[in-house]
């Protein structure tokens, strides 16, 4: 999809065709689109179609028609009502008289611009374009590692209650998906780091702070995915321990009714092999099958007693 922004006395509106100072908004670009914006910006074919490689780094390259600023941006995806949470690339280029985003999804950072939501936002200030969308990716980071940490409490919790596999396989997931932000994370940080370095974009004074914020807030991100990274996987070994102990506890369990099952199995097997009853304790007793029953009874009592007092029912 392919669509034109441009603002005009400080409100954003949608334009029919590319103009000077326009945002080129390109999501999830078809072939022919992307072959119509190279053609039209003099373009290398291969440069807008980085931003639809899931696997491309976090990178600034630099040529005579174009600066390419490109991070890697959090996302969600409903998968067997779960979210899984993972990132993508999105790229930024500054052309000529136009800033170009590409994006193989409609992320809530390009909505929250298209839509008009960003306060101060400008499609020809090129280089406050830039940090305010590296400043909605940062707060974007933030929302869904809270959300991330919201929900690994509420398997826990689950956890307590119940220790199935389905929860730990939730625990993975999402430790999974920390991982992704993390490497994204600190792959954009170099990003940051060179902007912040370096002249690539023009960097205006009333800029300074925003450039400054971006780079706390990616900080932050950092460090609360490490933080929650570690609590996830100590949480997942702690579980799997207690998983494995309440599997042992069953075990024992059953192999204690077992033995305790057997006495009785035993002596009535006894009694009732083929042999001459003459041998046999009270054969010969009317009351016989009686006072065998109360005796493997009592024994089979005896033997649970014994187990209970050495604590093997805990």
Known sequence: MLQYYMTDNG?????????DGCWISMVAPVEKELEYICRQYDLPDDVLKAALDT???????????????LVNI?????QSDRELYSTIPMAILIVQDAMITVCSENSPV??????????????FMKSRFILQFLYRIDTLYLRYLRDVDKKSDEIEDQLHQSTKNSELIELLQLEKSLV???????SNEAVLEKLLRTALIKKYPEDAELLEDVIVENKQAIEMADIYSGILSGMMDAFASVISNNLNIVMKTLAIITIV???PTIVFSAYGMNVNADGM???ESPLGFT???FMVILISIGVALLFRKAKMFK
């Open 180 to 186: 992704y932000f993390t490497t994204a994370l600190r």
């Open 74 to 78: 959090p996302t969600v995806e409903e």
């Open 55 to 69: 696997d491309e780094r976090s990178r600034i390259e630099v040529d005579d028609n174009y600066t390419m600023v």
């Open 281 to 283: 304790p009270f054969a």
């Open 110 to 123: 390009i909505k929250a611009f298209s839509q008009g939501k960003v306060k101060d936002f400008n499609t």
């Open 261 to 263: 099952m057997a006495i």
């Open 291 to 293: 006072i065998i029953v």
């Open 11 to 19: 409100r954003l509106q949608e334009i029919d065709a590319a103009k």
